[in-house]
């Protein structure tokens, strides 16, 4: 009798063995296989025209490249200004190894200001994407010289022609 509870021990064993070993493999095959991690970058930031004047209507393009081998989607650029989110497009997809450009027009106003993009991934920011760089915004001009010129001698004359006519009335009379 104790060799037939040895035998049946064995067996015992050799199914447990058995049914973990398959367990295993089960297991194996349901894991995803391991994905390329992103490499994504903003290579190039450009702005329209030279100087920069409030009101001017300024475009923003940012072109993204993929360094990977693998296509990248979801993918959203951010713009901010002064450090607050201006803008963002969503749903950008990128081939391996390609890039694409995106733009954003905005309405410049006066002052120094910081400008950034940064890219995200199905919701989840790549802060090594941050890029910024600093921005000069001209106040609008008031107008041309000579007519402001013109304007502020009329406006100094008219000041001035009521104590000049009393001067002049003063003198004829003695």
């Known amino acids: 009798m104790a060799r037939y509870h040895s035998a049946a021990a064995i067996v015992l064993g050799a ?16 894991v995803e ?7 994504l970058a903003i290579t190039n930031i450009t702005i329209t025209g030279g100087e920069i004047v409030e009101g001017d209507n300024v475009t923003t393009t940012a072109t993204i490249f993929n360094n990977g081998s693998i296509p990248a989607s979801n993918i959203t650029l951010t713009i901010y200004l002064d450090y607050l ?14 890039s694409s450009s995106v733009c954003h027009a905005w309405t410049a ?21 941050m890029t910024g760089w600093n921005l000069t915004v001209q106040a609008a001009p008031i107008g041309d010289v000579p007519t402001l010129v013109a304007a502020l001698g009329v406006m100094v004359l008219a000041m001035l022609l009521p104590t000049l006519t009393q001067s002049i009335r003063r003198k004829r009379i003695k």
């Not at 199914?15 to 349901?30: C, G, Y």
């Not at 106003?109 to 890219?119: P, Q």
């Open 85 to 98: 989110e201006i803008w963002n497009n969503t749903g950008i997809a990128i081939d391996g190894n390609s």
């Open 33 to 39: 296989p391991q994905t390329q991690p992103l490499d």
């Open 109 to 129: 106003e006066t002052g120094n200001h910081n400008i950034s993009a940064m890219l995200s991934v199905n919701g989840m920011p790549l802060p090594d994407t």
């Open 15 to 30: 199914l447990l063995l058995v049914t973990m070993s398959a367990q295993q493999a089960t297991h194996a095959q349901q």
